[in-house]
């Protein structure tokens, strides 16, 4: 009898092993880490980022080639210092992110600025959906945690990690500072969608390239960007905020910053004001986003 589609192939076992070896690792790099005390913990993994990591896997020579693109006439040694830089913030980051416990404590002594203060909290006691933007700038989870603290239900989409094992890891670090969380996805969108229409706030990060998005503009350049935010504003009437967790100069503690809600206009130009957010926040603050991602494809690219 011939074998049925149940069976494994030896590429699925492949697969799976690979998954399981990959995912081990890394777990096990993160557990020893944990055994530094979290002080030392961030800025240790900062440098093995950007001494160590960040040079095998090229972050370096994409921040370079990203700021060629933006800032053409940047000297070189300022090229070289944030592609040094940025590296040790993205390993900070993930420092904290896996580091729940901690990250709830900072949270808890950081302080909130902005122009968006009083339309957030309004919002919350009013029971309007609340859609807080952000990017990979700073460390997001922070304003998360510090919203949850204040009193807000705040719901966070999220991407699957490549490697099953590891992801089960991540989401199991990243539900103890907040749930729920929704898998990025149709089923996890109508989830969150109901959430939001429940007069809760949600959590979005829109500095990913997206092939079907809108050609807007980001540091003068065409950055294809999902308008969703946008359009979930504009159909629930919720109040749209730009919303950055800013990492301070002793590279441990935090700002959080609420701006003023975006003003319901047309999608387009609602996440134009967002992306213009974003970017004010970057060029204060240039080691903070995550210049290794590759922002501006070209359209239809998908690598």
């Known amino acids: ?35 530094l005390p979290y002080k030392t913990r961030v800025p240790v993994s900062g440098w093995v980022l ?22 053409p006439e940047m000297p070189l040694a300022e090229k070289e210092q944030l592609a040094r830089a940025v590296p040790d913030h993205i390993g900070r980051t993930l420092a904290e992110l896996f580091s729940p416990k901690d990250l709830i404590r900072t949270a808890a002594q950081t302080p909130v600025t902005g122009a968006g203060i009083d339309a957030v909290d309004a919002a919350r006691d009013a029971g309007r959906p609340i859609i807080l933007v952000s990017g990979h700038f700073g460390n997001y989870d922070i304003a998360r945690s510090v919203l949850i603290q204040r009193g807000h239900k705040v719901g966070g989409l999220y991407r699957a990690m490549n490697y099953r094992g590891f992801n089960e890891f991540y989401v199991s670090r990243i539900s103890q500072v907040g749930t729920p969380l929704f898998l990025r996805g149709r089923r996890g969108m109508g989830e969150m969608v109901k959430f939001l229409k429940a007069g809760n706030a949600i959590a979005l990060l829109i500095d990913q390239h997206m092939a079907a998005g809108a050609p807007l503009k980001f540091f003068g350049h065409t950055a294809y960007t999902a308008l969703s935010a946008a359009e979930l504003a504009l159909r629930y009437d919720a109040l ?50 995550l210049w290794v991602h590759r922002r501006w494809k070209p359209l239809g690219a998908d690598i």
Request: neutral net charge.
């Open 50 to 71: 950007s001494r160590i990591v960040g040079p095998l896997i090229g972050y370096r020579t994409r921040v370079r080639d990203n700021l060629s693109r933006i800032f």
């Open 240 to 289: 749209l905020v730009p919303c950055y967790g800013v990492r301070q100069p002793d590279g441990l503690s935090f700002e959080m910053v609420l701006e003023a809600p975006v003003p319901h206009t047309t999608p387009e130009e609602m996440t134009q004001a967002l992306n213009d957010s974003l970017e004010a926040q970057v060029r204060a603050h240039m080691a903070q986003w």
């Open 1 to 35: 009898m011939a074998a049925t589609g149940n069976t494994p192939s030896k590429t699925d076992d492949q697969v799976g092993l690979k998954d399981r070896i990959v995912s081990a690792i890394i777990i096990g790099i993160i557990r020893l880490l944990t055994l």
